[in-house]
């Protein structure tokens, strides 16, 4: 296993392309700049998730406390590129969850401005706009995820600190 | 590319709990020290999620507030919700001043306000925020007796009490 990684390196590409740096600091752009309302109006936020109807009542203020810190810290290391495998899992994971939570209550009929059942389908284009936007987000994050986990070699993920493991098993 | 997946498997799968537990660590630290932290378990209970500022709960109860549209001249009742739904059926004699443009309906409205003494704000559905929104924004304005009737439209319905239709 070491000589063959020392000797001929399999990876594909071993500088990340312009278009994944772009999209990277992209998303972690969005995330950064999502998280930044939601930390300064816990409250607001709170009543945002419970409106949602979605977690039993007890969970909704500590999601609605670690939500935005998470979404800052994701933030950071995508612009950052910084533990790249964990934090395109998480932000995929976390679009995912997002979108899942918007179609369930499209579908459900349920309002989320105001977290009321509506009697009428009510729902204007902003609605719709939010979940096409969320989608393309995705898209992008599973981008990343993807070539993070299938197309960058090993020095490029490792944090500063660690040497390269091709100078490390190199006679 | 099989190298790359597996180290950045195995990086995942400490990297994830780290991220997690720093957004937890961060999250709970910064609330327990900010001046506006909020309650870890908070109250969601109807009195709760329907109080003003100071935490009192603005809920009236139905009897209540049919007490005051049988015997009381003084009340208005306002209906939170969109103008359509208005249309579609509100209560008897109820004011539309719908939340999502309430400061535009509160200016073409505010004489039929200010000559009031209570004002009943309601919509429909128990977990309908509107009215606890607009019983909220009418109090900034300088309303004193606001009240809501949570889930007002079906609970009078179900009362068997006078319902409009149009505008």
Known sequence: MMTSYACCPTDISRTPSRVFIVLRLFLGAVFIYASYDKILHPQAFAQAVYNYRILPDALVNLTALILPWLELLLGLCLAAGFWLPGATMISTGLLMIFIGSLAFNRMRGLDISCGCFATQNIEGPADLWTMVRDLIFLAVSIYLTLVVFFFRSADLQSSASKQPLQTRFRP | ?167
């Open chain 2, 1 to 167: 590319m099989n190298r790359s997946f597996s180290i950045s498997v195995q990086q995942s799968l400490w990297q994830i709990p780290a991220l997690i537990a720093l957004a937890v660590i961060i999250a709970l630290g910064v609330n327990h020290w900010r001046s506006d932290g909020i309650p870890l378990v908070g109250d969601w209970s109807m009195e709760a999620r329907f109080s003003d500022a100071a935490g009192e709960s603005l809920i009236i109860e139905l009897a209540q507030a049919r007490r005051l549209f049988e015997e009381d001249d003084g009340v208005l009742f306002v209906d939170a919700r969109l103008k359509s739904e208005y249309a579609q059926e509100h209560i008897s004699g109820a004011l539309s001043l719908p939340w999502q443009d309430a400061d535009r309906y509160f200016a073409e409205t505010a004489g039929r306000l200010e000559s009031r003494k209570t004002i009943v704000a309601y919509c429909d559905g128990e977990d309908c925020d509107l009215s606890h929104e607009l019983a909220l924004f009418l109090k900034d304005m300088g309303f004193e007796n606001v009240r809501v009737l949570v889930n007002g439209l079906t609970v009078w319905r179900k009362a068997g009490l006078p319902i409009e239709t149009g505008n």
